[in-house]
C-alpha cells in the first residue's frame, strides 16, 4: 500500500472516530500548550534578567560593602524581585550602605594598585524624592564621577549629552522618569527639584531596559558633590559602590581575585571575614543562568507531566481502537494487507494524533503566553520587566515551534508503537471470529 | 498438463485454547482444479471454515502442506503472502465483510489500494463492478446504509477487484432470503463463466450446492469420499 494511501485510511477512520479523537488531541494540546507557556516564560525572564545586569560592559567590575549583598547562592538575589515592588531591592540596599558605609577613598586607592586596573570610581546611590510642577514621586539618584562612568555605561542618550566633570546642579535622567512618570513629560533644560536642591536636565538616556548598576532607566544621574548633598549619612570620603573598569575582559576571573586580594590586605580581612563582594557581570550571569536554568527545568518538568498523560491518552486510544477494530484488520490483511502496512496504519493515526495535538497546542501556548505577557507581569513580581519596549516576558522561538512539533509527533508514534504492533500481529482467522 | 489450483497434502489443524486441543481437520488431501465450482458441505463444526482457510492461506495448518499455484505457502514471507492472497484469492465471509467507514465503491477500490494499482484505474474498475452487482444507486453508502444482501454483493464486488484465480465464499448466502440468494449464486455461476474462475463456497444448503460441479462433504475433519 502507498503511504498516501495509508494516510488517507488513517484520516478517515480518525474523522469517523471524531469527538474521541478529538478527546485524544485535547490531551497533547493541553500537554504541548503548557511546556511550550513554560519554556518560553523561562527564556523570556532569562532574557529580561540578562538584560537587567548588563547596563555596564562585561569590563565592569562592581565592589559592594558586606557579604549579604553577594551575588553568591546565599546571597540577596531573590530580594531583588521581590513581587510588586522592584525598587524596594534598590532601596534597601542604599539604606544598608548608607547606615554601614565601608566604602572609602582608601579602597578606591588599594584597588588601582592591583593589576589588570584601568579606572576605579565610587559611585554614591539612595533615594530621593523629585519634584517637577505640582508632583513628587521618589527615584533612585546616583552620583557617579562623569569621567569615568562615562566610559563605562552601556547606555545611550536619547536627547542632551551626558554629565561632565564641574556640572553641579546637572542631571542626566533615566528614560522611564522622563517620559511617563510626570504628568507631563521631562526634557533638556526642564529643572526638576531633587531633594531640596533645583537640578537642570542636560540629558536624558534611552530607553536600556537595564537594572539598577548603573544606565538605569528609572534612576537619576548626577556629579558626586551633587549627590553628597542629596544623599546624606555619608562622609566625605564614602561611597555607596566602586566600580572598576579592567583592561582585558578575557581575565574577568584573575582580575577580581586580584581586587580581592588587595582589598582583604587593605582591609585587614580573610577570605572568610571579608566585609565586601566583589562581582562582575559574568559572575551576575552565571548566578542568574544557574538560576533560570533551575526553573526553567522545575516549570518544565510540571508541564511535561501534562504531555506525559496525553501520551497515555493516545496509548489508550489506541488500544481501544485496535480492539474495536479487530474484524476489520482481519478483512485487511485477508485483501492482502501486510502486516507492516497495518502497522504503518495505526502509528501514522497515533502520529497524527499527535501531530494535530502539537499544531494546536503551539496555538493555545502563543495564547497563553500573550496572556502571562500583558497580564502576569506583576504576579510574576516582575513589575519592572514589562515597561522596557524592548523587553518581553516570554520568547516564542522558531526552534521551540519546530520542537514542539516534532516532539508531539514522536510522542504520537511512540504512544502508537505497541497498539499497532498488537494490531499487525493480530492472526486473520482469530481476528475475524472477533465480533 | 497441471491444471491444479490449489492442492492440500495431509492438512491437519489443531486448536489450542485454554489447555484443550480442538482437531478441527484431521488430515485431508484435496484438489481444486482450475475452472472449477465446488461446494463444501458438512454438518456444523465440521471444519468446514477451517479448510476454507487453509486454502485460502488465511491461516497455517499445523501440519501438512497447501500448495497454491504450485508453491508451498509455508516457505513464503508474510509479506509475499499477504500480497499473494491479495492478487490471487477474493474472499467473501458470512458477515461483516465490509470496511466500516468506507462506501461502498471506496470498499470495492480497496483491494487495488492495496496492491497500489493504478488511481484512474482503479477508480473506473470499481464502478464498472458496482454496476455489475447492480448496486450503483448505493456508491456512496457506508455499510451501515445497506441490507445485508446488498453488502453481500459489494463483498463480491470488492472480491472480484483484483481479478483473482479463485473466490472463497464462506455461508456466503447464510441469512438471506431465498431469492436475493438465487440471484447472488446466478451472479457467482455466470461470473465464474465469463471469466474462468475457480471458485468454492461452504455451503449447508444443497440448492446451493446444486450449482456446484464438486461437492467435498466433510464430516469431524475428514473428508468423507465418495457423498
Ligand atoms: N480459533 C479457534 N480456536 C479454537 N477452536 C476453534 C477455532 N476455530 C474453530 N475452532 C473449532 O474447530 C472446529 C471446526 O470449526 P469450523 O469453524 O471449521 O467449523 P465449521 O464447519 O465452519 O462450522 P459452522 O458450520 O458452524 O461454521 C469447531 O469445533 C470449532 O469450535
Ligand atoms: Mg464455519
Known amino acids: 500500500m502507498k503511504f498516501a494511501d495509508i494516510f488517507k485510511l488513517s484520516l478517515n477512520s480518525l474523522t469517523h472516530r471524531g469527538l474521541r479523537s478529538w478527546l485524544t488531541i485535547l490531551g497533547i494540546i493541553i500537554g504541548v500548550a503548557a511546556v511550550i507557556a513554560m519554556l518560553s516564560i523561562s527564556a523570556g525572564m532569562s532574557q529580561n534578567m540578562q538584560a537587567q545586569f548588563s547596563s555596564f560592559g562585561t569590563d565592569v567590575l562592581t565592589v559592594s560593602a558586606g557579604r549579604t549583598r553577594a551575588f553568591g547562592p546565599e546571597g540577596g538575589f531573590g530580594d531583588r524581585f521581590q513581587p510588586g515592588s522592584s525598587q524596594s531591592g534598590t532601596s534597601g540596599q542604599t539604606s544598608q550602605t548608607t547606615t554601614t558605609p565601608t566604602l572609602t577613598d582608601k579602597d578606591i586607592l588599594a584597588i588601582s594598585t592591583a593589576d589588570g586596573i584601568e579606572t576605579v570610581t565610587g559611585v554614591i546611590s539612595g533615594r530621593s524624592t523629585v519634584q517637577y510642577l505640582a508632583q513628587t514621586v521618589t527615584v533612585t539618584v546616583e552620583g557617579v564621577d562623569p569621567a569615568a562612568w562615562n566610559t563605562m555605561t552601556t547606555s545611550q542618550l536619547a536627547l542632551g549629552r551626558f554629565l561632565e566633570l564641574g556640572d553641579g546642579n546637572s542631571v542626566l535622567v533615566g528614560n522611564s522618569i522622563a517620559n511617563g512618570m510626570f504628568n507631563y513629560n521631562l526634557t533638556e533644560n526642564t529643572p526638576i527639584r531633587i531633594g531640596s536642591k533645583t537640578f537642570i536636565i542636560v540629558g536624558i538616556l534611552k530607553q536600556s531596559g537595564t537594572g539598577s548598576f548603573g544606565g538605569d532607566d528609572r534612576t537619576i544621574f548626577m556629579t558626586i558633590p551633587a549627590a553628597r548633598q542629596i544623599v546624606t549619612g555619608l562622609d566625605t570620603d564614602q561611597y555607596s559602590s566602586i566600580q572598576i573598569k579592567i583592561t582585558d575582559t578575557n581575565a574577568v576571573d584573575q582580575i577580581t581575585q586580584n581586587v580581592d586580594q588587595v582589598l582583604y590586605s587593605s582591609r585587614q580581612v580573610t577570605a572568610d571575614t571579608a566585609d565586601f563582594t566583589v562581582t562582575s557581570p559574568t559572575s551576575m550571569l552565571e548566578t542568574i543562568q544557574s538560576t533560570m536554568a533551575t526553573l526553567t527545568f522545575f516549570l518544565t518538568g510540571i508541564a511535561a507531566i501534562s504531555l506525559l498523560v496525553g501520551a497515555i491518552g493516545i496509548a489508550n486510544t489506541m488500544f481501544m481502537s485496535v480492539m474495536e477494530r479487530t474484524r476489520l484488520i482481519g478483512i485487511l490483511k485477508s485483501i492482502g494487507t501486510r502486516n507492516s502496512e497495518i502497522m504503518k496504519l495505526f502509528i501514522t493515526e497515533s502520529g497524527i494524533i499527535g501531530l494535530m495535538g502539537g499544531l494546536l497546542g503551539i496555538f493555545l501556548g502563543f495564547i497563553v503566553v500573550g496572556v502571562i505577557s500583558s497580564v502576569g507581569i506583576n504576579i510574576m513580581g516582575m513589575g519592572r520587566m514589562g515597561t522596557g519596549t524592548n523587553t518581553s516576558v516570554a520568547v516564542v522561538t522558531p526552534e521551540l515551534i519546530l520542537f514542539a512539533l516534532l516532539f508531539s509527533t514522536i510522542i504520537g508514534i511512540i504512544s502508537g508503537l505497541i497498539p499497532a504492533r498488537k494490531a499487525a500481529n493480530l492472526q486473520i482467522v482469530e481476528a475475524m471470529r472477533s465480533e | ?227
Open chain 2, 1 to 227: 498438463m497441471n491444471n491444479v489450483v490449489i492442492e492440500l497434502q495431509n492438512v491437519k489443524k489443531i486448536y489450542k485454547m485454554d489447555g484443550v486441543e480442538t482437531h478441527a481437520l484431521r488430515g485431508v488431501d484435496l484438489q481444486i482444479k482450475k475452472e472449477e465450482f465446488v461446494a463444501i458441505m458438512g454438518p456444523s463444526g465440521s471444519g468446514k471454515s477451517t479448510l476454507l482457510h487453509m486454502i485460502g492461506a488465511l491461516d497455517k495448518p499445523t501440519s501438512g502442506k497447501v500448495i497454491l499455484d504450485g508453491v508451498d505457502i509455508s516457505t513464503m514471507r508474510e509479506s509475499d503472502l499477504a500480497r499473494m492472497r491479495g492478487k490471487k484469492i477474493g474472499i467473501v465471509f458470512q458477515f461483516f465483510n465490509l470496511h466500516p467507514t468506507l462506501t461502498a465503491l471506496e470498499n470495492i477500490e480497496l483491494p487495488m489500494i492495496v496492491v497500489e494499482k493504478d488511481k484512474k484505474e482503479r477508480q473506473q474498475k470499481a464502478r464498472e463492478l458496482l454496476k455489475a452487482v447492480g448496486l450503483e444507486h448505493r456508491a456512496h453508502h457506508f455499510p451501515s446504509q445497506m441490507s445485508g444482501g446488498e453488502e453481500q454483493r459489494i463483498a463480491i464486488a470488492r472480491a472480484l477487484a483484483n481479478d483473482p484465480e479463485i473466490i472463497l465464499a464462506d455461508e456466503l448466502t447464510g441469512n438471506l432470503d431465498t431469492k436475493t440468494k438465487a440471484e447472488i449464486m446466478d451472479f457467482l455461476l455466470k461470473l465464474q463463466k465469463e471469466k474462468k474462475m475457480t471458485v468454492t463456497v461452504i455451503t449447508h444448503e444443497p440448492e446451493i450446492a446444486q450449482y456446484a460441479e464438486k461437492i467435498v462433504h466433510i464430516v469431524d475433519g475428514r473428508i468423507k469420499v465418495g457423498g
